[in-house]
């Protein structure tokens, strides 16, 4: 008997109630901590449009069509929450709810059928990833994991489950870009084992269950190229021009973001692998280890990648580098700019890669000759590592969320709701994407310039993106009336001195309130009572 044997039978015996239950007191942690960190967390502008996109939609057929033309996501997240927002309630705080339990479920099942330690298991748990980024923000992320760790615990019987992967595969698909290029990779993964088990396929294996997996899984591709091609003719979907009637300047500028964006995804990989953001307010999508060892981040993709090569085995080392190539594709080729919440697919893709490497039926071989043992040994040594890096980088976000505030938007909110709740005052926002946060907590139209109408939803097809605070203060000039009070909220940062001579010429500022410290820097709010003089 080992050491670590000798000492799980001792904690069992000395604490029988801990070992039996083991998965239920963390859980129960998780969901404790999860609850009190939650309830203080604050929507910022993206988790709002989504809501918006789904309760402002007048059917499922609109909001699929906004998804299309303006959102980089799949349905998936959207339809949950139109369901919640049309059939249950119109209180945007429930999207916590949904969130929460998608979380938790992810956990739940993470303790029960995952092939790690308890110690991989609680540092996973409580790692930035799974308690913080996709826990506590809500966003349609958490989805993607849930069914990547579904699909990890069905695959062990693959062959029995060939509908459920597929299905869970196609949900996969759905929850957003990156868990669809995930899906991906596991596609080619059970394609590989079905041609290498092609003798025992057939005698096993209902040829109807295989045509009917392969319909499924590529009615999803299908599904999000539907969803995508609007985006993509249109060049809409990159974040540098497809065409430009200069070849030359067009070469120029697709070089220099192709550099650039080689250095986010080797700072985002590591980042993904080492989440300890750096200690400030707005600590969020930033990362000490990556700016403390910028000159030599790129180690750490070496060192993942020649660590992982040891520890799986060669089919899931294959998945693992096919998978992490095609989510820096994303990011790489401008299809979408990637944060550290989607960097951290990286960090989910090689957890899941390990599961299935160590399936006890996963009959595949090693890279290298090494002992069985050794091989555990390195790859729990290193597992704990990282995990343990991890957790630390999720305690301080987690701290930083508790005590300061995401995103301004609700204190702005509440504010207006506590002053002005018995006055009917026009409510200005400028920038829309960032004021649809006030709009989300007021539950309530307000005016956006940049779109020249009331509504809580900006649509990013219809408004000017390039309207200055001059052009914005003109266009209020056709919905406000001379003598007539209005509030005007401003993000980012307040009105400048030159602005307010500006300003000052037809309205009067009679109060101006500071919302700073966010940790969304962009959604510190500055809170205006004007009245229009009628100078002009």
């Keep these: 008997m080992n050491h670590k044997t000798r000492f799980s039978s001792q904690l069992k015996k000395e604490i029988p109630f801990f070992g039996n239950y083991y998965n239920l007191i963390v859980l129960i942690i998780f969901i404790t901590l999860s609850i009190i960190l939650i309830i203080r967390h604050e929507f910022w502008c993206d988790e709002i449009f989504a809501w918006h996109q789904s309760s402002e939609s007048h059917s499922i057929q609109q909001s699929l069509n906004w998804l299309t033309h303006i959102s ?8 949950i929450l139109y369901i919640i927002s049309h059939f249950i309630t119109s209180n945007v705080e429930a999207m916590k709810v949904i969130h929460l339990t998608i979380s938790t479920a992810i956990v739940f099942l993470f303790l029960k059928y995952s092939p790690f330690n308890k110690y991989i298991k609680i540092l996973f748990v409580f790692s930035y990833f799974i308690f913080y980024e996709y826990s506590i923000i809500s966003r349609n992320y958490s989805l993607g994991v849930l069914f990547i760790i579904l699909f990890c615990i069905l695959y062990k019987e693959k062959y029995k489950n060939l509908i459920p992967l597929a299905i869970v595969l196609f949900f996969m698909g759905q929850a957003n870009l990156y868990s669809f290029i ?27 269950i295989l045509l009917g997996f392969f319909l499924i899984v590529l009615f999803g591709i299908i599904l999000i190229y539907l969803q995508f ?8 979907a990159f974040s540098i021009p497809l ?28 980042s993904a692998f ?13 990362n000490l280890i990556v700016k403390l060892l910028s000159s030599y981040i790129y180690l750490v993709p070496i060192i993942i990648f020649l660590i992982s090569s040891i520890i799986l085995k060669r089919r899931t080392w294959a998945l693992f580098i096919l998978g992490s190539i095609c989510i820096s594709i994303i990011p790489l080729k ?93 409510i200005i926002g400028y920038h829309d994407y960032s004021a649809e946060t006030i709009a989300g907590y007021l539950n309530k139209d307000i005016y956006y310039p940049e779109m020249k109408e009331y509504s809580k939803f900006v649509n990013w097809e219809t408004r000017n993106s390039k309207l200055s605070l001059e052009g914005a203060f003109k266009d209020i000039d056709s919905i406000i009336n001379d003598g007539e009070i209005f509030l005007f909220v401003k993000d980012q940062e307040s009105i400048t001195k030159d602005e307010e001579d500006e300003i000052k010429n037809e309205y009067t500022e009679i109060k101006e309130v500071k919302f700073e410290n966010s940790i969304v820097s962009r959604e510190n709010f500055y809170l205006y009572e004007f009245i229009k003089s009628g100078n002009r």
Excluded: C, M
Aim: no cysteine; glycine share 6%; proline share 2%.
């Design 72 to 79: 980089g996501h799949p349905f998936l997240w959207n339809f």
């Design 182 to 208: 995930i899906s991906l990779a596991f596609t080619f993964l059970i394609i590989f084992d079905i041609l290498k088990d092609a003798k025992k396929i057939k005698k096993e294996v209902n040829k109807f």
């Design 229 to 236: 091609k609007y985006k993509i003719f249109n060049g809409t």
């Design 243 to 270: 065409t430009s009637s200069n070849s030359q300047i067009s070469s120029n500028i697709l070089n220099d973001y192709n550099k650039e964006a080689f250095k986010g995804v080797e700072r985002g990989f590591a």
């Design 274 to 286: 080492l989440p300890i953001p750096e200690i400030r307010v707005d600590f969020w999508n930033t």
């Design 334 to 426: 401008g299809i979408s700019l990637a944060a550290l919440r989607h960097f951290g697919h990286f960090f989910i893709l090689f957890i899941a890669s390990i599961w299935i490497s160590n399936l006890e039926n996963n009959d595949d071989n090693f890279f290298f000759n090494i002992n069985r043992k050794l091989i555990n040994t390195i790859s729990n040594t290193f597992l704990i590592i990282i995990l343990a890096v991890s957790v630390i980088g999720s305690g301080i976000a987690s701290y930083y969320d508790y005590r300061y505030p995401f995103s301004s938007g609700k204190l702005v909110a509440q504010y207006i709701n506590e002053n002005y709740s018995n006055k009917n005052i026009k």
